[in-house]
């Protein structure tokens, strides 16, 4: 079963964490390294899990494991070989597992709740180089070839305790092509698909996003599709492309307005993930059924689209779901 089905037909509206990264930065942690979160889960796993902790206590439905930067690849140029890799692989989703688990295990925070899911977070190639191109998607590379680079990761973390995959901020339909492939070989698995876009239209790399969306509604197993690591203002005009052609629930969790300059390590632009709120109460209008924050949003911004969904809740019943 589609694991967003309970809390969408519970709640109308399923929520998602918010950043990972960027919010241990936030924390004092020293992201300027290549291996970008993935470096915490070496030098402080506790911090990751107070993050975890905190996006639970503000209302996530769904907390993500710090694997979207993890590779055999990136390990590797640390020195680190593959059994040592897998066991960081594995610690990933077993940190975020044993914080919801223990969060759970306290009747106060099953009031009004249903039991958080854990998704395994798979970042696209360009993650791993470290270089801004996940955000381009050019990487000149064949879906074989994604596949080949994919594979193993998702083999070590497919055995793990995870309740759905997160292939996210995918900046090309090939690359989607190819995670999907991946994820047939495992036929039980389950994921969310959801790309990174450059304007209301195309994905970072260009591709029309209704290509995207006709990708998925093919898959039997990906359980909803959508868009992160997108500017806010992009969310509206993508859904109304989207929200008449998608078989599966529809997910946004755009960042927060800002950019990044892999040049010079840092963000750019003005924060708006204020208006995460006001603007979340309209995309789910559009059809929306899955919302969180991306890069830059934090526990405080999870809690205001957490309350909204309580107080739309008590003004209409819940969502009818139609996928």
């Not at 990933?92 to 223990?102: F, P, T």
């Not at 998702?154 to 995918?170: K, N, P």
């Not at 359980?223 to 989207?242: D, H, Q, S």
């Amino acid at each position: 079963m589609n694991p967003f089905i309970p809390f969408i037909k519970q709640y109308g509206v399923a929520i998602l964490d918010g950043a990972l990264a960027t919010e241990l930065e936030r924390r004092g942690a020293d992201l300027n390294d290549p291996l970008w979160s993935s470096k915490i889960l070496l030098e402080n796993p506790a911090l990751i899990q107070e993050v975890h902790l905190d996006y639970l206590r503000a209302g996530a439905d769904v907390i993500t494991t710090t694997s979207y930067q993890t590779t055999f690849e990136g390990l590797a140029k640390r020195g680190i070989g593959r059994p040592e890799a897998e066991v960081i692989f594995e610690k990933s989703v077993a940190l975020a597992c044993q914080v919801r688990d223990s969060f759970w295990a306290k009747p106060a925070n099953r009031a009004g709740r249903m039991r958080p899911l854990v998704a395994i977070s798979i970042g696209p190639f360009g993650a791993s180089l470290a270089d801004g191109s996940e955000y381009r998607g050019d990487y000149g590379l064949t879906k074989t070839e994604l596949m080949v680079f994919h594979q193993p990761r998702f083999d070590v973390l497919a055995q793990t305790g995870g309740d759905i995959f997160a292939f996210e901020t995918i900046p090309s339909l090939l690359e989607a092509e190819a995670l999907v492939a991946v994820l047939q070989t495992w036929p039980e698995k389950q994921a969310w698909l959801s790309f990174s876009c450059r304007n209301e239209a195309e994905t970072s790399f260009g591709d029309p996003i209704q290509a995207c969306i006709r990708l998925a509604n093919d898959a039997p197993q990906i359980a909803a599709v959508g868009f992160n690591c997108t500017a806010p203002e992009y969310i509206g005009g993508l859904l109304k492309r989207c929200a008449s052609i998608a078989k599966k629930p529809l997910l946004a969790y755009p960042n927060s307005g800002e950019k990044w300059d892999a040049w010079n390590h840092c963000w750019t632009g003005e924060s708006r993930s204020k208006e995460l709120p006001l603007r979340a109460g309209e995309w789910m209008k559009m059809g929306a059924r899955i919302l969180g924050g991306c890069c830059r949003t934090t526990p405080g911004d999870v809690a205001a689209l957490a309350g909204l969904r309580r107080n739309a809740l008590r003004v209409t019943p819940p969502i009818s779901e139609k996928h």
